[in-house]
């Protein structure tokens, strides 16, 4: 995808930058990347290489479903440190905390990581030794949010960044 098809913003800082012998989109601070081709995606995933750059708390970010325009409304996998992910909704700004779920890979080494939403059950898998593992799945049962763009955001501050490569988004039929 190219830069155009993404609509960036956020306070934050988004640069292309060299990690690991590949060209990667680097995220500090509150920087939002949302996929500008679709706007009502629905039973969706996002797949994506991931690394952080520290086991600091100050150091997250992840990926986002059904969001609207500014990630005040969405399903997020927001990411912390040592790959421990949380499965968020926000609802008018306000953040509740669905779940967690632990993955056993290294905080400074891409993983491939998938984010789906199938109906109102979401679920963070990675992929491991050409397998698709399950970390952990939920269900919410508020449905309050039936649709939106997919994308990426990072909340890294003080310096701590996240690195996102080979980003897809599809809709599941």
Not at 59 to 88: A, E, M, W
Request: aromatic share 12%.
């Amino acid at each position: 995808m190219a830069k155009s098809d993404w609509t960036i913003t956020g306070s934050g800082g988004y640069i292309i930058t060299e990690d690991g012998g590949s060209k990667r989109c680097q995220i500090t601070n509150d920087k939002l990347l949302l996929w500008n081709d679709r706007s009502d995606l629905a039973n969706s995933e996002i797949v994506y290489d991931f690394r952080v750059n520290s086991t600091s708390t100050n150091c997250r970010g992840g990926p986002v479903l059904r969001s609207d325009g500014t990630i005040n409304n969405c399903y997020r996998v927001h990411t912390y440190g040592p790959r421990n992910h949380y499965f968020q909704k926000v609802v008018n700004g306000v953040v509740t905390t669905l779940g967690t779920v632990s993955s056993p890979r290294d905080y400074d080494v891409y993983v491939k990581t998938r984010f789906r939403i199938d109906n109102y059950q979401l679920s963070i898998e990675e992929y491991v030794d050409g397998n698709w593992i399950l970390l952990g799945s939920l269900d919410d049962t508020s449905q309050a949010l039936s649709s939106g763009y997919a994308g990426v955001f990072g909340a890294g501050i003080g310096g701590y960044v996240c690195y996102f490569d080979n980003i897809e988004i599809r809709e599941r039929v």
